[in-house]
């Protein structure tokens, strides 16, 4: 089975700018996860989606937001980026949205000038 | 609110040394507790998980990890690292009632020399 795939990879935006990542779960896995992950501040919850709902939401500004597609897949939109955005931010998708390990992809790496 | 503490920001071991990486977190209720591991340039990979039953989980490359509940700990051990353990560590927590959100400390930082 293939693994949770994010794109882009890697991305430069400038401050004010909007970005979209995408990530596609593992094929049969109905939830999906993103965290942003930065050295000074660790792994951060953004959103959880299970069947096209958001389920959780983290601490983070109005300014990210994200929505789940009918065959699982996700995206997440930081719109006016900070260069506080910079970040990598990692895409986790899990069976379930209950007692399910959740695995990780890649991530893809921000860095806004 | 939930936090998870990693007493060891920076390991530094011999390889053949035993490691042993604290891990506390804060919840009361019930828990679901994970060890992921990140080596250089590769994303995050799980490196064992317990759910309920026996404590004393066992997971991948020789890593195993003892949750005490009483002292609301999940530490991970190997009794004998190799230089490509080297690696960042990180545990996560999970909140029986919060689905999917995980909640992780800040990781550990090993390095193995050989």
């Known amino acids: 089975k293939a693994g949770v795939t994010q794109t882009p990879r890697y991305l430069i935006k400038t401050r004010g700018q909007q970005v979209t990542l995408s990530c596609s779960p593992i094929?049969?896995?109905?939830?999906v996860s993103w965290y942003q992950q930065t050295p000074g501040q660790g792994l951060q919850f953004l959103f959880e989606?299970?069947?096209?709902?958001?389920?959780n939401k983290g601490n983070f500004p109005g300014r990210f937001s994200g929505r789940q597609f009918s065959n699982s897949r996700s995206e997440m939109n930081v719109s006016t980026l900070e260069l506080g955005d910079s970040a990598l931010y990692l895409c986790?998708?899990?069976?379930?949205?209950?007692?399910?390990?959740?695995?990780f992809g890649p991530g893809t790496r921000l860095l806004v000038l | 609110a939930q936090s998870v503490s990693q007493h060891n920001h920076h390991v530094i071991l011999s390889e053949a040394a035993s490691l042993e990486l604290g891990c506390n977190y804060s919840?009361?209720?019930?828990?679901?507790l994970f060890w992921y591991v990140q080596y250089p340039g590769q994303h995050l990979q799980l490196l064992l998980k317990?759910?309920?039953?026996?404590?004393l989980v066992k997971g991948i490359k020789g890593f195993e990890a003892e949750f005490i509940k009483s002292k609301f700990s999940f530490n991970l051990r190997k009794p004998s690292v190799q230089w490509s353990d080297t690696a960042e560590y990180f545990c996560?927590?999970?909140?029986?009632?919060?689905?999917?959100?995980?909640?992780f400390g800040r990781g550990t930082q090993l390095t193995v020399w050989p």
């Open positions: 986790a998708s899990s069976l379930t949205a209950s007692q399910e390990t959740q695995y």
């Open positions: 094929s049969g896995h109905r939830s």
């Open positions: 989606y299970f069947s096209e709902t958001q389920r």
């Open positions: 919840y009361g209720g019930t828990v679901n």
């Open positions: 317990y759910f309920s039953g026996d404590p």
């Open positions: 996560a927590v999970k909140r029986g009632s919060t689905l999917g959100r995980l909640y």
